[in-house]
């Protein structure tokens, strides 16, 4: 039997920036070797942060001197990869024998990306996955990820990939990540809301893979001392949801809502086999005579240098 135990996270971004953030996520380390994960899935932007509700200063055609300022300060609590924070999670995940994927903001130049961290037990940072759409406003502040990060490593509760928020809704690169062989399918999000269960499920069943989405949870902006326009200050900036759902789409664990938490939930590969036998999307179910999806894994760099 292939049975381990994985586990969803669900803490968020705290105000006093990535260093107490990331004391807060070590904090955890006595939790996480007490489940048995094998595997630990953290929210987007963890590290970081999701500034839900900032506007960065932009108006249509013109961005204001306090929308610059509000930026370089984003970027300054963003990290690079690899680096001190990379490290630390790196030997995080020694101490408790488990994988770890999380969601960072990562800078990389003058620009920052909407990353997903792999790490090993042995090998340490073993990967990453930039996001390739950023949602919305989300664009203002965020680069666009390129197909050269769309890893799927294998792992010790099997083969994990990763995909972020809601780049999981795009049904080519769904189907691409597939046919990588997911097993353990990792979705780092701020999405707290229902659709985003149904969605989780939807995944599981159609790739019949084992989902776990992990989700930030926030407290109200009042209780963070924030003023954010259109928002009603006692209802939670974000309220969870982390869930782990089996290869046929049931809920195995949560969802996970309005407490910090480790959600964790056995799983067990040899399902997988035992799912796909009447569905396999990219095998028997698949028409390679009439669909065919060509996926680019070069890097897309602005400048390329040759001699």
């Known amino acids: 039997m292939a049975k381990s135990i994985v586990a969803a996270l669900q803490i968020g971004a705290l105000p006093g920036g990535k260093a107490e953030t990331l004391e807060q996520i070590l904090s955890y380390e006595n939790a996480i070797i007490e489940s048995g994960a094998g595997l630990v899935v953290m929210p987007e932007a963890l590290l970081g942060g999701y500034p839900k509700g900032e506007g960065f200063g932009t108006q249509l055609g013109y961005r204001l001197p306090q929308g610059r300022e509000a930026f370089a300060r984003y970027f300054a609590n963003a990290i690079d990869v690899p680096g001190a924070e990379t490290e630390a999670l790196a030997a995080l995940s020694a101490r408790t024998a488990a994988n770890l994927v999380i969601g960072v903001i990562e800078r990389a130049g003058s620009t920052l990306y909407c990353t997903a961290l792999y790490f090993d037990p042995q090998a340490g940072l073993v990967g990453k996955h930039r996001k390739l759409m950023p949602t919305g406003t989300e664009r203002l502040i965020w680069g666009k990820g390129d197909g050269s990060t769309l890893p799927v490593i294998d792992s010790q509760v099997g083969r994990v990939g990763a995909l972020v928020c809601w780049e999981n809704m795009m049904p080519l690169l769904r189907t691409a990540m597939y046919a990588k062989g997911v097993e353990v399918w990792c979705a ?12 989780m499920r939807h995944i599981a069943h159609e790739g019949r893979c084992f989902v776990v989405s992990a989700c930030q949870v926030q407290a109200s902006p009042q209780a ?20 782990i759902v089996g290869p046929m789409g049931d809920i195995l664990a949560g969802p996970l809502r309005d407490s910090a938490g480790l959600l964790t939930a056995q799983i067990d590969t040899d399902d997988l086999v035992r799912a796909r036998y009447d569905y396999d999307v990219v095998g028997h179910y698949a028409r390679p005579d009439v669909f065919e999806l060509i996926v680019d894994e070069r890097a897309r760099p602005g400048v390329r240098f040759t001699s």
Do not use: H
């Open 188 to 199: 780092p999000t701020v999405d707290e809301r229902e659709m985003w269960q149904v969605s």
């Open 224 to 243: 963070l001392g924030l003023d954010i326009a259109n928002w009603p200050a006692d209802r939670p900036l974000i309220a969870g949801g982390s869930v």
